[in-house]
């Protein structure tokens, strides 16, 4: 009884000391320091911003997996996105939903009709492999080429021919054909005199059809006899035979004499 008369005693104080502050603190002082410790809590909070585009997508995406959505705010809902047929083909089948293939599931060689036949098991994501699921198959034609089959088979190069390359036939120049004239000593008589009286050689050669080389060596007093012709009919001149007679000379003494032909001999 004691302790039951104790704990009612101490149950009492307190809610004279409550009594005793609300009624020392008036109620205006009590609701400013509520304000206070409210907006104190507020800057302590980390501020985001709104992102409005982000925020209307994301409310788009979860109405359109809802099937909830509608089209332009009308009353024409989304439809929801379901999974399309397996169609038995060849060729690449456009479909919105991606499909994961194993490939190279299970390889058959077929020796009757020479063609290879790939079986792969094409199974939705999510789901997986059971007995039930139906085989969709796809034949690949190709040529029997080794008997090992299409596991083992390798690569084979073929040794490529290149190409021969048609090279134009180069066109022959056309030689300058030379003019051999036909003058005598009248004619060469002439021209010097024409040089004499300050003609050029060029235009003195060209009127009277003489060649400019030969006014060229009578003017330096060289006859053609000592510088040569040279043409069809070449004719070595008296300097250039002394040249050769000499050479030969040399030869002989040093131990190399040289034929008619041209031939050395030791």
Same mark, same amino acid.
């Given at each position: 009884m004691?302790?039951?008369?104790g ?7 307190t809610?004279?000391l409550?009594?005793?502050?609300? =009624?020392?603190y ?9 304000e !206070? ?5 507020k !800057?302590?909070?980390r501020?985001r911003? /709104?992102?409005?585009?982000? $925020?209307?997508?994301n409310?788009?995406? *979860?109405?359109r ?5 509608y089209i332009? %705010?009308?009353?024409?809902p ?9 169609? %038995? =083909?060849?060729?690449?089948v456009?479909g919105r ?7 190279? &599931?299970?390889? !058959? $060689?077929?020796k009757a +009709?020479k ?7 094409f199974?939705?994501s999510? %789901? !997986?492999f059971?007995?039930?699921d139906?085989? &969709?198959?796809?034949i ?6 080794? *008997? =090992?089959g ?12 290149? +190409?021969k390359i048609?090279?134009e036939? *180069? ?6 054909? /030379?003019?051999? &004239?036909?003058y ?7 021209d010097?005199e024409a040089i004499?009286?300050?003609?050029a050689?060029a235009i003195a050669?060209?009127? &009277?059809?003489?060649p400019?080389?030969?006014l060229r060596?009578?003017i330096?007093?060289?006859?053609s006899?000592a510088v ?5 009919d070449s004719?070595?001149?008296k300097?250039?035979e002394?040249?050769?007679c000499?050479w ?14 041209? %031939?050395?001999?030791?």
């Amino acid at each position: 009884m004691v302790i039951i008369s104790g704990l009612t005693c101490c149950a009492s104080v307190t809610k004279l000391l409550k009594s005793l502050v609300f =009624s020392h603190y008036s109620k205006d002082f009590l609701v400013e320091a509520t304000e !206070t410790m409210e907006e104190g809590h507020k !800057t302590h909070q980390r501020k985001r911003k /709104r992102n409005v585009s982000k $925020w209307q997508v994301n409310e788009k995406k *979860s109405l359109r997996n809802s099937g909830k959505a509608y089209i332009g %705010h009308k009353k024409k809902p989304y439809p929801p996105r379901e999974l399309q047929p397996y169609q %038995h =083909s060849s060729t690449p089948v456009e479909g919105r939903t991606k499909i994961k293939i194993l490939p190279n &599931f299970s390889c !058959t $060689w077929s020796k009757a +009709t020479k063609i290879d036949e790939i079986h792969h098991k094409f199974l939705e994501s999510g %789901h !997986t492999f059971m007995e039930c699921d139906q085989d &969709f198959g796809i034949i690949e034609k190709a040529e029997k080429k080794d *008997s =090992s089959g299409l596991c083992s088979r390798t690569l084979e190069i073929k040794n490529l021919a290149m +190409t021969k390359i048609k090279k134009e036939k *180069s066109k022959k120049t056309k030689g300058i054909k /030379r003019k051999f &004239f036909c003058y005598d000593s009248d004619q060469i008589k002439n021209d010097l005199e024409a040089i004499q009286n300050s003609m050029a050689t060029a235009i003195a050669a060209k009127h &009277f059809d003489v060649p400019r080389s030969t006014l060229r060596d009578k003017i330096a007093g060289e006859t053609s006899e000592a510088v040569g012709k040279v043409g069809l009919d070449s004719v070595l001149g008296k300097i250039i035979e002394n040249k050769l007679c000499q050479w030969v000379k040399n030869m002989s003494e040093m131990g190399f004499p040289v034929n008619k032909d041209g %031939h050395c001999f030791s």
